[in-house]
Structures are given as structure tokens and as C-alpha cells.
């Protein structure tokens, strides 16, 4: 069975640091697009960001560009978001998400297989 798992989110203080890691179980993350999406309260589901393969690039939302990165270790299986200045409007549920593509979007809909989310909360 196909599985992600999403890791490391907590509590930070604004201005503070934070990754969330995105493990593959069954399957090898190498082949995948992969996707980070959130979701905040009252809030519709944003793409935050996305890597594809070793032939694709990676993509950000304008509100997290220059603070936020995505990495990805093969060996590993792993993908990470490095999230840093951190905001209390960054504050939801992270998801990773994967697509059999070399190249990815950060629409939720082009993605097939989600984690069950890790919760950030941005506060003092």
C-alpha cells in the first residue's frame, strides 16, 4: 500500500524555524512529483510548494518564497520543507502529496497519493 507520512511539525515561535520531513512507505519517492499543501481554518487549501524528479524543478507560493525549501533525498526516500522567519499566518496543517510526473504544480489535483497531514502553529 502506497503511504506518506508527514513529520516535524510543533510549535515555533515567530521568526523561528521549522522542517517537516515527508517519508514514502511502499513505494519510491524518486519517481514522483511531490507536493506540500495547507490548510488553515476557515481557509480554502493552498500549494505551498513542489519538486519534481531529478529532471523537474521546484515551484513556491509567492507568500512563502525566500523564507520556505524543498529538498528531496533519494536515499532516504524522504522529502523536505525547510520553513524559516516563520509567520503566525503560516499557521495549518501540512500535507505532502505525490504524482507520477517529472514535473510538478502546485495544484492539489493533480496529485494522487496524501499523508495525513502535520500541524504548525506560528506563535508567541
Known amino acids: 500500500q502506497l503511504r506518506l507520512v508527514e513529520s516535524g511539525g510543533g510549535l515555533v515561535q515567530p521568526g523561528g524555524s521549522l522542517t517537516l520531513s515527508c517519508a514514502g512507505s511502499?513505494?519510491?519517492?524518486?519517481?514522483?512529483?511531490i507536493g506540500w499543501f495547507r490548510q488553515a481554518p476557515g481557509k480554502d487549501r493552498e500549494g505551498v510548494s513542489c519538486?519534481?524528479?531529478?529532471?523537474?524543478?521546484?515551484n513556491y507560493a509567492d507568500s512563502v518564497k525566500d523564507r520556505f525549501f524543498i529538498s528531496r533525498d533519494s536515499a532516504k526516500n524522504t522529502v523536505w520543507l525547510r520553513m524559516d522567519s516563520l509567520k503566525p499566518e503560516d499557521t495549518a496543517v501540512y500535507y505532502c502529496?505525490?504524482?507520477?510526473?517529472?514535473?510538478?504544480?502546485?495544484?492539489?489535483?493533480?496529485?494522487?497519493?496524501w499523508g495525513q497531514g502535520t500541524q504548525v502553529t506560528v506563535s508567541s
Open positions: 519538486i519534481g524528479t531529478n529532471h523537474g524543478g521546484s
Open positions: 502529496a505525490a504524482v507520477l510526473a517529472e514535473l510538478c504544480t502546485l495544484s492539489s489535483h493533480e496529485f494522487d497519493f
Open positions: 511502499g513505494f519510491t519517492l524518486g519517481h514522483y512529483a
